[in-house]
């Protein structure tokens, strides 16, 4: 019986970083339906740091930079509104990993505050 089988396996829980490497990938062109919004994206296989593969959608990179070896981390990302159900569905993804800043939040607004911005949106006094 399935159930049987399936209670047979062996089974590890662990916790995984998030960190992992694109180990393959590709763009998606001509998506299935409920996707069409995505159009272009990309999804990869993704080697974890503790070893395991996973497939995910890639976000917040260009489509056209993704290379293998790449360095992801796990990000959560809205994936579907099943409105008809009153359902949203949440799916991890992987993106490029933000660098660590070497400044406090307060030294990052004090910058920010202080560049100019293109279009005139923001002048130095």
Do not use: H, Q, W
Request: with cysteine; glycine share 8%.
């Amino acid at each position: 019986m399935k159930g049987e089988l399936i209670a047979r396996m062996p089974v590890e829980v662990g916790k995984f970083s998030g960190k992992g490497r694109v180990y393959s990938f590709s763009t998606v062109y001509d998506p299935p339906e409920g996707f069409e919004d995505y159009v272009p994206y990309t999804v990869a296989i993704i080697e974890l740091e503790e070893g395991p593969l996973v497939t995910a959608r890639l976000t917040d990179v260009d489509n056209n930079s993704v290379y293998i070896d790449m360095p992801v981390e796990m990000v959560i990302r809205k994936g579907r509104d099943l409105g008809e159900r009153d359902m949203l569905v949440y799916n991890y993804c992987f993106r490029p990993p933000i660098p660590e800043s070497k400044e406090t939040l307060a030294e990052t607004i004090e910058r920010i505050e202080s560049e100019e911005y293109e279009f005139g949106l923001r002048k130095k006094s």
